[in-house]
């Protein structure tokens, strides 16, 4: 039995209101799949869903008489295994959330096409097909060669997945406040392959320090990717354990690593990697560097390189040293693998001065991620760049809010002219005040009212969430301050505000559970979307926001 013999046997229900997209899926499925079904809206998709053996069902999601995601969780009740396909919009975001939540895993973008609705049927099937060749290779010893190819493509990607959940960055989108400035901890991962030989980690220590790993695994395949899986969990499970006793020295840290690492090391594999503890106040750091790229540390007097202070780790490593630097005053830090100073672009010496010259002038990290993205075209190597960069600072518009909904409003309805004198242009100046609002209002709501996404779900079903907010009559200690500013960075002007309140704050990054209705995270998303990078402080109440407005990155 061949690939192809498997979809021929299957029965698939197509369920669209629109008739052109609905002939269109079905002209196409028909040459690829034994039977196509079709229907106009989801209750007769329902009828025939249950009169038929449907194998994979289509439909799309605003229809009338029952949505696609009403259908699909009727169909997801009665038998929980049938893939759906949902077919989406490009503005349809909170959609594809809820069908997610739903138990729906695959989705057809509009506007469809051949090549598209091919490739939705094979992965939304490719799980059953596992399964029936599974049980058939019992009685053929896999001797559907094509399969297997797909087989093997499955499972790579689902150890992928493992290592991208291994890896971690405790600061990802938070603002790291000190007396000095703000840090931002960011991170560039491209792989060369599925299995990847480079990995990294980023923890908060016990004592406030920060302890960053990044690893190396020289070699490709199977064998380099296993290092890193078991590196990158061993040092994560470590640094568990030493939160839970308050312990934080780099010594030990590495010392466990060696004793652990040197077991499973093959007698010719080489790894190289890198272990940094910065403290808290970002004044001092510790590194061990085991034959990786210099870090790359920007000083307000210039670039500081520090070389490697180890050999590349060996099954016949004994010891390693540990160098100290003062980074008082630091503007930003990146520390990186080879894969990006050996891939096609940036090999040369010109643009590996291009490299360091950005470094040291610390962009915002959404001009470094336009660097990587635009020049990294053809890849030799993994590449993974962490980027700890600061904000500058710089002279700002202050406005000082009282937490009353009228006086909320009255800077609200001012706020796009305020932008407009400020230089914006009128795009730019309707796109920030559509993220302003959404901001000032989530101090208004969670930090000076202290309503909790629960609350409001409750109160906007009752109808009273209007009314609570217009109850702000004990407020008197509450604040809402607004920074803005404009600033040129490497020849880009940079939009800057930062919104922040005296609340008890929350996590912008909570998932919440259960399938109620939910009233909340909208406005996050939304400005998420539509700003170049977005930091909660670890408090959750105050947020920054960087958005490029004019010109374009000299590096890009």
């Not at 931002?184 to 923890?203: A, E, H, M, Q, V």
């Not at 990186?336 to 490299?355: R, V, Y």
């Not at 053809?378 to 009353?404: K, L, M």
């Amino acid at each position: 039995m061949t690939l192809s013999g498997l979809l021929d046997n299957l029965n698939v229900l197509i369920v669209e209101d629109n008739s052109v997209n609905r002939r269109t899926m079905e002209l196409v499925l028909e040459q690829m799949v034994g039977r196509v079904f079709t229907a106009a809206d989801g209750n007769e998709g329902l009828e025939i869903f249950r009169r038929r053996e449907i194998d994979v069902v289509f439909t799309d999601h605003d229809m009338p008489r029952m949505t696609g995601l009403e259908l699909a969780r009727e169909i997801l009740e009665e038998k929980p295994e049938t893939p759906i396909v949902l077919v989406t919009g490009h503005n349809e975001s909170d959609v594809v959330i809820s069908a997610l939540n739903s138990g729906i895993t695959h989705f057809l973008p509009k506007p469809i096409t051949r090549r598209s609705i091919s490739r939705a049927l094979e992965e939304s099937y490719q799980k059953v097909l596992v399964k029936k060749l599974e049980h058939e290779s019992r009685r053929k010893d896999l001797e559907l060669l094509r399969f297997k190819e797909r087989y093997h493509s499955l499972q790579e990607k689902n150890a992928f997945e493992k290592q991208l959940n291994l890896i971690r960055n405790d600061f990802q989108g938070v603002m790291l406040e000190t007396e000095d400035r703000p840090y931002f901890i960011n991170t560039f991962y491209k792989p060369l392959d599925t299995l990847s030989g480079d990995g990294y980690s980023i923890r908060r220590l016990s004592d406030g320090s920060i302890f960053v790993f990044l690893i190396d695994s020289m070699g490709k395949g199977l064998s380099a990717s296993v290092t890193t899986f078991m590196s990158i969990a061993f040092i994560n499970h470590i640094i568990d354990r030493f939160n839970e006793r308050n312990g934080s020295g780099l010594l030990t840290l590495i010392s466990r690593y060696l004793e652990y690492i040197k077991k499973v090391l093959l007698e010719e594999e080489i790894v190289s990697c890198a272990f940094l503890r910065i403290d808290g106040s970002f004044t001092e750091i510790e590194y061990s560097l085991f034959s990786v790229p210099s870090l790359s540390v920007s000083m307000p007097d210039g670039l500081r390189k520090i070389k490697s202070n180890n050999p590349p780790l060996m099954s016949s490593t004994e010891g390693f040293t540990i160098g100290k630097e003062d980074i008082t005053g630091m503007l930003s830090l990146a520390v990186f693998t080879d894969g990006l100073l050996e891939n096609t672009f940036i090999n040369t010496a010109e643009h590996k001065e291009m490299l360091y010259d950005l470094i040291k002038d610390n962009p915002p990290f959404m001009h470094m991620r336009t660097f990587l993205s635009s020049t990294v075209t053809s890849y030799d190597d993994d590449i993974t760049f962490i980027f700890i960069n600061s904000s500058i600072g710089g002279e700002a518009d202050v406005t000082s809010v009282t937490p009353v909904f009228h006086d909320v409003m009255t800077y609200i309805n001012g706020v796009e002219t305020m932008l407009k004198k400020d230089g914006l242009s009128d795009d730019d100046a309707a796109s920030m005040t559509g993220v302003l609002t959404e901001l000032v209002m989530n101090a208004f709501e969670h930090g000076c009212l202290e309503i909790e996404l629960e609350e409001k779900t409750k109160l906007i079903t009752e109808g009273k969430y209007d009314e609570r907010l217009k109850q702000t009559d004990s407020l008197t200690d509450k604040f809402i301050k607004i920074r803005t500013r404009v600033e040129n960075r490497g020849g880009s002007l940079v939009f800057c505000a930062e919104v922040s309140d005296n609340g008890r704050g929350f996590d912008p990054r909570r998932k919440r559970k259960g399938k109620k209705p939910f009233f909340g995270g909208n406005g996050i998303r939304m400005v998420t979307s539509a700003v170049d990078d977005i930091y909660f402080n670890e408090k959750g109440n105050k947020v920054r926001i960087y958005k490029t407005i004019r010109g374009e990155c000299v590096w890009k």
